[in-house]
């Protein structure tokens, strides 16, 4: 079994700020991680993915995530937040080839100017 | 690459009556499709696999008889809304892996808001 859970189901900061979203993991094989974002009424775009490769996984629009087995964590940062950034964002895993992802609640990120 | 589109992008229905949403890989194969369903400020939840050539598998609590998956061809896949009521208003979402890509990305579709009147 996975499972998913990003701390603070909203994140508010301003334009220019770091921005951190939160994401814990659970599963019982080595698993695959991805963050995806949503912009309001479309589908999810990736981010970025970790698939046992590099620890540090860059991604598009400047974001970053980092594996950490120890803390089961894979949190998604940004050093300077833009406006374009305001969205809806989920983490997921994966923990075999069945390609079923299992979602975390997502986080609503504001960037206030 | 990896485009997965949805049609309709926004339906408006009556209670009762049936809706088909169509997803589609436009630029490649797909075996398996997933359809997820979303409600407001909510988390996806996935409904069901759709697998080329063979039935549906449908997660728990998923009505197979109301949500009904055909998946006729490699870039084809259509949920069906059978008697649709208020309740099942909603945003759907399909998405399908890259076959091969053992890394298990999905690609998803742009999603179809259902409403139900």
């Known amino acids: 079994a996975q499972s998913v859970t990003q701390l603070g189901s909203h994140v508010s900061v301003s334009e220019g700020a770091l921005v951190l979203l939160r994401c814990n993991y659970s599963?019982?094989?080595?698993?695959?991680l991805f963050w995806y974002v949503q912009y309001p009424n479309q589908g999810l775009q990736l981010l970025l993915k970790?698939?046992?490769?590099?620890?540090l996984v860059k991604g598009i629009n400047g974001f970053e995530a980092e594996f950490k087995k120890s803390e089961t964590s894979f949190h998604l940062t940004k050093p300077s937040a833009h406006m374009s950034d305001a969205a809806e964002y989920f983490c997921?895993?994966?923990?075999?080839?069945?390609?079923?992802?299992?979602f975390g609640k997502g986080t609503l990120l504001t960037v206030n100017p | 690459g990896a485009v997965v589109s949805q049609h309709p992008s926004r339906v408006i229905c009556k209670s009762g009556t049936s809706v088909k949403i169509e997803c589609r890989s436009l630029?490649?194969?797909?075996?398996?499709m997933f359809w997820y369903r979303q409600f407001p400020k909510q988390s996806l939840m996935l409904m069901a696999t759709?697998?080329?050539?063979?039935?549906?598998?449908?997660e728990q609590g998923v009505e197979k008889d109301k949500f009904l998956i055909n998946h006729a061809s490699l870039t084809l896949s259509t949920l069906t809304v059978t008697s649709a009521h208020p309740e099942d208003s909603s945003f759907y979402i399909c998405?399908?892996?890259?076959?091969?890509?053992?890394?298990?990305?999905?690609?998803f579709g742009p999603g179809t808001r259902l409403t139900v009147l």
């Open positions: 998405s399908a892996p890259l076959a091969g890509d053992l890394s298990d990305t999905q690609y």
């Open positions: 599963s019982s094989v080595p698993p695959y």
């Open positions: 970790y698939t046992s490769a590099a620890t």
């Open positions: 997921a895993v994966s923990a075999g080839s069945n390609y079923k992802l299992t």
């Open positions: 630029d490649f194969q797909a075996t398996t």
């Open positions: 759709s697998n080329e050539g063979s039935k549906a598998t449908y």
